[in-house]
């Protein structure tokens, strides 16, 4: 293509996204355009960046004999019935009517339709397993962030699912998986870290998540500095400390009309894990109290697990009156517990609470706070177990060391389902010997504007970018020197043959603009045509991070280019620090 063709070219950085330089180059270079809130159109630069992807992603897919479906974007509500996740989803799901006044929903996801299309293709256990995979749009009603395509509430997703006819087949399949995603992210110059992630409303038995560091990422990642350890901090494990002393008897704290844990810590001079907090959730069978110290944070996918059933949400203040538990002074002490037993509401004491003594607790009475509150003895619990999310300040549950902390952004998940939706939903098969079986489902799935926007992120230095050879919207940039009659044939003679891959710069602006906006776009090579091209039939040929300028033969482009290709995948992650800029590069030149 000609540069003087592309759309809407931009200098503009945008203040709503300046915590995101990967969002502002893809804005500056007129990759994308904000439409609304967590809205984006992308146009066509930023459109053959994408499907520069999703042709590294089909062709992984097709090695694992994976088979491309298309699944509807808007689904029946009630699949989401079947399955329960209508009420796990209750606050981001969007519903509205046809014209039969059926009830439909814009889909988060897509497990319920993939069941619903394999329960109507599949008759025959011999059919299993099978890998089927789509490019598809999700809708996710979430608050909008200043996080751009990481965090769209619209948003294009490469996802995959596997069928299997035992629990041991899934499990055998998911090493395939892991390593067709790491070939995928290496081919896009990536660093990425896999560990065990959170199930968050997939209600998988187990997930793991691909992980890439970000300055300003979304999620935090625990690692142990002694062994090879490593979770997301909503899964990860570790041992806070906990002190026991004698028991002292509980006794009403007077005169403390503080609200806060903060406000009473501050007032009574004690460490935060001395107090006691006590958030209270909506699950989808009921309500659930925890019980952490104020130096923890909950975890609600761990929460999720010690009940045996998916959290939806923390509960209202009316909804903590109803149940006869005072906002702001939550506790497990005064509980009525006829009201407690008529509500269903379930305690659940993080393990830290339960070792440790002497604790200052609310007593859910306005103003009213307790010191010396023991577990076992002041106050009891449905479920003891781990509920908080670990920090740098915790121990190695592993080994005991020292564990650290670094912020990082989601690219991708791998969840294994089980046969829990196929249960659900009903969709079983009969195997060799006559005895139905439910087929267990893996998901799998990568946002493709989230990778591009990290890519931009990840290759970009405080003024430019470099896309990766395998995804760049053009291999390279054509730029002539000089605008004579002959100098400007041979240009248009080699674009000619090269045109699939390179973008010409063909404005009559001066070269120096060129090279800036050449910096700006992230093409990776750059092609000069000038007047000593007349005289020796070459052109200079550089890469920003894999080959210094150097001249070469006109018919020699092509193979250059292939042969850089490989040499990116061979060096493996290129980051943005080892960038030249096209401007450095052409002094003298001009």
Not at 444 to 472: K, N, Q
Request: net charge negative.
């Amino acid at each position: 293509m000609k540069y003087s063709r592309l759309y809407l070219q931009s200098h503009q950085v945008s203040q709503a996204y300046s915590a995101n330089p990967g969002m502002n180059r893809l804005l500056r270079g007129g990759y994308v355009r904000e439409i609304g809130p967590g809205l984006y159109g992308i146009l066509p630069i930023g459109r053959r960046v994408m499907e520069n992807i999703m042709q590294v992603i089909r062709r992984e897919f097709a090695a694992l004999e994976g088979e491309e479906i298309l699944l509807p974007l808007i689904g029946p509500s009630e699949l989401w019935t079947e399955t329960g996740r209508d009420q796990v989803l209750s606050d981001q799901l969007t519903y509205f009517k046809d014209k039969q006044d059926k009830s439909l929903v814009l889909s988060p996801s897509h497990e319920e339709a993939c069941i619903a299309l394999a329960r109507q293709s599949f008759n025959d256990v011999q059919q299993l397993p099978s890998f089927l995979y789509q490019f598809q749009s999700k809708f996710r009603d979430e608050e909008p962030h200043a996080m751009g395509l990481v965090r769209a509430r619209e948003f294009l997703m490469a996802d995959a699912f596997s069928l299997h006819a035992t629990e041991v087949g899934l499990n055998n399949f998911f090493p395939k998986i892991y390593q067709t995603f790491q070939k995928i992210f290496s081919c896009f110059g990536l660093d990425v870290i896999i560990a065990p992630g959170a199930a968050e409303f997939s209600a998988g038995d187990q997930a793991y998540e691909i992980l890439v560091p970000a300055r300003k990422g979304e999620h935090t990642l625990i690692s142990c500095k002694n062994c090879d350890y490593s979770a997301n901090q909503d899964v990860a494990v570790g041992l806070f400390k906990t002190k026991a002393n004698r028991l002292r008897p509980l006794e009403v704290i007077p005169g403390l009309q503080k609200s806060t844990p903060h406000e009473v810590q501050s007032a009574m001079g004690v460490p935060p894990e001395r107090l006691i907090h006590c958030p209270v959730y909506v699950t989808v069978n009921g309500v659930a109290m925890a019980v952490l110290r104020t130096d923890q944070h909950i975890s609600r996918d761990k929460l999720s697990r010690c009940l045996g059933e998916p959290v939806v949400r923390l509960a209202r203040d009316a909804e903590l009156l109803e149940l006869g538990l005072v906002p702001s002074f939550v506790s497990p002490l005064n509980l009525d517990s006829e009201e407690r037993e008529r509500w269903g509401l379930r305690i659940v004491v993080d393990n830290a609470v339960a070792e440790s003594t002497n604790l200052i607790m609310p007593g859910n009475q306005d103003g009213l706070y307790y010191a010396n509150a023991n577990f076992g003895r002041d106050f009891g619990g449905d479920v003891v177990g781990d509920i908080a999310r670990v920090d740098e300040h915790c121990r190695c549950y592993h080994c005991g060391g020292e564990l650290a902390s670094q912020k990082v952004e989601k690219l991708a998940h791998l969840y294994r389902m089980g046969d829990s939706y196929s249960r659900s939903m009903h969709f079983s098969l009969v195997d060799e010997r006559g005895d139905e079986i439910f087929p267990h489902l893996g998901s799998y799935g990568l946002g493709i504007g989230r990778l591009m926007a990290t890519v931009a992120e990840y290759r970009s230095d405080h003024r430019s970018l470099c896309w990766p050879l395998s995804i760049a919207p053009y291999k390279a940039l054509l730029v002539v020197v000089g605008r004579g009659k002959t100098i400007q044939q041979i240009a248009e003679n080699v674009y000619e043959k090269i045109q699939d891959f390179v973008l010409w710069d063909d404005r009559k602006i001066p070269v120096t603009e060129k090279f800036r906006d050449a910096d700006r776009l992230g093409i990776p090579i750059r092609l000069v045509i000038s007047a000593q091209s007349l005289e020796d039939g070459n052109l200079m040929f550089s890469h920003r991070l894999l080959s210094r300028p150097t001249r070469i033969p006109f018919h020699r482009v092509s193979q250059k280019i292939e042969d850089l290709e490989k040499l990116e995948q061979a060096v493996g992650p290129q980051k943005a620090p080892g960038l030249v800029s096209f401007r450095e590069e052409s002094k003298g030149e001009r």
